[in-house]
């Protein structure tokens, strides 16, 4: 059974976002770039069930739609401990686009589950992994925050409205996972990293697909207000405040 994990390269969460050319275009000058958190919790998953031998997963692969400047970040997923990456080598513009070209990533191979984060946390669409499975004609669960397989028997749990639902699935499906799938990102150790270099980018072409949407703008929120302090022995300023300024009272 092969496991592949649609990654995406988000800017640290630290990040001061800024945009340039008349605010359509994310400004990317000094971006740390990082694995998309939730990609980085499944290939984690995906790596503990590979080294589980009662689960019957041999291999996990990464994919990434980007270009060549990606290839630290797929590295990072390479010393993790993915078995090898493909890279389609074109900018991801929006959320359609980029599920297209992971769809062909995904014909040309041999897998069984294709794992997508529940969103990535730069443009927040939620959109991928519904769109890859039905450019594929697969089945896709959302919301999953457990993920076993024994003996290539494909268990998920899904966290619902008050509860929580157990399915068992057939392959090959994409799943769309969230929080729980695993309780920590696995970091890169020496040994890994210095093995990522000898595994294998494989460089996809991309497929003549047009992006659905266009960003006309982008618009920062409101700077927020300074922060008013009041003193603790007067809370007839903090009610007159709440009062006449916040209205809330
Ligand atoms: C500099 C820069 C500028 C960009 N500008 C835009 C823009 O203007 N508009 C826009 O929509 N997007 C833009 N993107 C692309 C964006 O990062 C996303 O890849 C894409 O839009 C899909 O995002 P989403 O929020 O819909 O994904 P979601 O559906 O929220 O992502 C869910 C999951 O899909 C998978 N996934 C998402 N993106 C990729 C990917 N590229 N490769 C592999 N798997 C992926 C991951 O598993 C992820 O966890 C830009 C990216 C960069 C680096």
């Known amino acids: 059974m092969n496991i592949l994990v649609c990654i995406s390269q988000v800017p640290d969460t630290t990040t001061k976002v800024k945009f340039t050319d008349n605010n359509t275009r994310l400004d990317t000058t000094g971006i740390q770039w990082v694995i998309n958190p939730w990609d980085e919790l499944s290939l984690t998953?995906?790596?503990?069930?590979?080294?589980?031998a009662s689960s019957g997963v041999a291999k996990v692969s990464v994919a990434l739609v980007g270009p060549v400047s990606t290839e630290p970040t797929i590295r990072k997923a390479l010393a993790i401990g993915a078995d090898d990456a493909y890279r389609v080598d074109t900018e991801?513009?929006?959320?359609?686009?980029?599920a297209a070209q992971l769809a062909e990533v995904v014909k040309a191979g041999s897998f069984d589950i294709i794992l997508c984060g529940i969103e990535s946390s730069d443009y927040n669409g939620s959109n991928v992994g519904g769109m890859l499975a039905e450019f594929l004609n697969?089945?896709?669960?959302s919301?999953?925050?457990?993920?076993?397989?024994?003996?290539?028997?494909?268990?998920?749990?899904?966290e619902i409205d008050g509860g929580r639902e157990m399915l068992v699935l057939p392959t090959p499906f994409v799943g769309i996972v969230q929080k729980g799938i695993a309780r920590e990102p696995r970091i890169a150790a020496m040994r890994g990293?210095?093995?990522?270099?000898?595994?294998?980018?494989?460089l996809v072409d991309a497929a003549r697909v047009e992006p659905l949407t266009r960003?006309?703008?982008?618009e920062p929120p409101?700077?927020?207000?300074?922060?008013?302090?009041?003193?603790?022995?007067?809370?007839?300023?903090?009610?007159?405040?709440?009062?006449?300024?916040?209205?809330?009272?």
């Open 215 to 218: 960003t006309l703008a982008y």
């Open 138 to 141: 697969y089945p896709s669960v």
């Open 193 to 202: 990293i210095m093995m990522a270099r000898k595994k294998t980018i494989q």
């Open 45 to 52: 998953r995906a790596l503990e069930l590979k080294d589980d």
């Open 222 to 249: 409101q700077p927020r207000p300074a922060c008013k302090f009041i003193d603790p022995d007067n809370p007839e300023q903090l009610i007159a405040l709440l009062q006449n300024e916040a209205k809330v009272i």
């Open 143 to 158: 919301g999953i925050s457990h993920l076993e397989v024994q003996d290539g028997q494909v268990q998920v749990n899904r």
């Open 92 to 98: 991801a513009l929006d959320a359609y686009q980029v």
